[in-house]
């Protein structure tokens, strides 16, 4: 999941001006013997063909619960006119471009790191942004942010957005989003509902009646429960297979028990008529560039923008080195090889991503799996991709799980974000109060860009207030300045007539 729950801090930006040379462990042969070894340096880098090829599997199985994932998350939200998206057309996409960028990264970036879907990304377009325009619209803001990305990795930009935000919001942002995703997880899987019809009480509750009922609640249940157990155990897969178990489970339990089809949500359990299908591409294209200017204000676009670019960005420069330092990969000045051309292709996957309907893609952190079976190269990216391709015409596989099946593992990404919290400095209430307030404004108002903008607004207000206004980049004063006409637009608005 993408440094979903990845967001790592990393050291100094690295430089993207040129790809720095592949490391050459002592001792390694100087010249490879055939054309692949050579183009992927695989003998170079202490590897052999066989350990990229189980490090492709590895990463592929650890982060193949993105195709069902994604397109729950998606597929259950509604964008302004109340349209869905199409579960199978959202299973195609989903593995058509972590496919094919997946396999680019592999060519281009030659690391092994694959691309897919990121977490916490698409509950921004789904929550975020699709409610407020169609999804075209929503889908053509990612296309733009992908392309922003690319120009800021291109003019040297990044290093001075990279700076500009403190560590500790960084953290407290991928918390917040943490917090965001498991909340999500508990609603959708009917453990947390709202109370219909009633003022004054609170607003949520456990299940639907303040007490657990339905079988479909106990799936998710045992499903919770399998995943905390898999992953203590440190099972390869955990995920995945916790997924993959309580499909199974609910389907039983759908065909014993007398249950509303109503109950499981927009997904119903059966077993599928068929297990393979051809892909539907109904989605791909499917995007509007700048139709989202005719549906919201140009200040609430930046936002919406910014807010996907933060999601976006620093997660991928944390998997980035993460990963790569985990293979030995980094320069003796802990420049990741080939960064220049990494960050453009992860860029370019965003953007591929909100063409075709995917959300916005980026580098996983499970990549780190691959890396543990042996990979040092992008071959092991060109194997991942592969399975990527042939997962497009398993699509029947991917429809019938439940939510109640799969919002397991959104608690379980939201435990690996929330593990950030613990390098935010709390005993300094400067840092730790623009960090607190990102972290629960975001589940508290069901909006991470909501959380983003209190953050950046106590900050700021608070280096004023100790005399240290010196020490805030310019761009967080910008930004923060376009929040506060975020958060005070309609007292403006009054001010100003419109309404």
């Not at 010249?31 to 590897?47: E, K, Q």
């Not at 953290?171 to 917040?176: F, H, K, L, R």
């Not at 015409?393 to 397991?408: D, I, S, W």
Request: with cysteine; glycine share 10%; net charge negative.
């Amino acid at each position: 999941m993408p440094d979903t729950p990845q967001a790592q801090e990393v050291p100094e930006t690295p430089r993207t001006a040129k790809a720095a040379p592949d490391p050459v462990p002592a001792g390694a042969p100087a010249a490879p013997g055939n054309a692949l070894d050579r183009w992927f340096a695989i003998t170079a880098r202490g590897s052999s063909l066989g350990r990229e090829i189980r490090g492709g599997f590895a990463t592929f199985f650890t982060m193949a619960y993105i195709l069902v994932l994604n397109p729950i998350i998606l597929g259950s939200a509604e964008d302004k006119f109340g349209a869905h998206l199409s579960t199978p057309q959202l299973v195609t996409v989903t593995a058509l471009v972590a496919a094919v960028m997946t396999a680019i990264m592999g060519l281009g970036g030659n690391l092994p790191l694959a691309i897919a879907a990121g977490l916490g990304l698409n509950a921004v377009v789904a929550f975020q942004i699709a409610p407020l325009m169609s999804w075209p619209d929503a889908m053509g803001l990612v296309v733009l942010e992908g392309l922003i990305i690319c120009v800021l990795v291109v003019t040297g930009l990044r290093e001075a957005v990279m700076r500009a935000i403190p560590p500790a919001l960084k953290q407290a942002i991928s918390v917040g989003i943490g917090l965001f995703i498991a909340f999500i997880g508990f609603v959708d899987a009917g453990f947390v509902t709202r109370i219909p019809g009633e003022t004054g009480s609170t607003p949520v509750q456990l299940g639907s009646a303040g007490h657990l009922t339905g079988w479909p609640v106990l799936v998710f249940c045992v499903g919770v429960l399998l995943t905390v157990a898999l992953m203590v155990r440190k099972v390869k897969g955990a995920i995945l297979i916790s997924i993959v178990v309580s499909t199974v489970l609910a389907i039983v339990v759908n065909e014993i028990a007398d249950i509303a089809p109503a109950a499981w949500g927009l997904t119903v359990p059966t077993v599928p008529d068929d297990l393979v299908a051809a892909p539907d591409f109904g989605l791909v294209g499917s995007f509007s560039l700048f139709g989202a200017f005719q549906q919201v204000g140009v200040v609430t676009i930046v936002l919406l923008i910014f807010t996907l670019i933060l999601s976006d960005f620093f997660d991928t420069m944390g998997t980035v080195v993460g990963v790569s330092q985990e293979a030995g990969l980094l320069d003796e000045k802990g420049d990741v090889p080939n960064i220049g051309r990494v960050l453009l292709i992860d860029g370019a996957a965003a953007a591929v991503g909100g063409a075709a309907s995917a959300s916005s893609n980026t580098a996983y952190i499970e990549s780190a799996a691959g890396v543990g079976e042996g990979a040092r190269t992008g071959f092991a990216s060109l194997v991942t991709g592969a399975l990527f391709a042939v997962a497009l015409f398993l699509t029947p596989l991917a429809t019938v799980v439940p939510a109640q099946a799969a919002a397991p593992a959104l608690i379980a990404v939201g435990f690996l974000l929330m593990a950030q919290v613990r390098h935010i400095e709390w005993e300094s209430y400067e840092i730790a109060v623009p960090a607190f307030l990102t972290i629960a404004v975001m589940p508290f108002t069901y909006s991470i860009t909501n959380g983003i903008g209190a953050g950046f607004l106590a900050y700021v207000v608070i280096k004023a207030a100790l005399g240290k206004a010196r020490e805030v980049h310019w761009l967080l004063w910008a930004t923060s300045a376009l929040f506060l006409v975020y958060f005070a637009i309609d007292p403006i608005e009054q001010l100003l007539g419109v309404k």
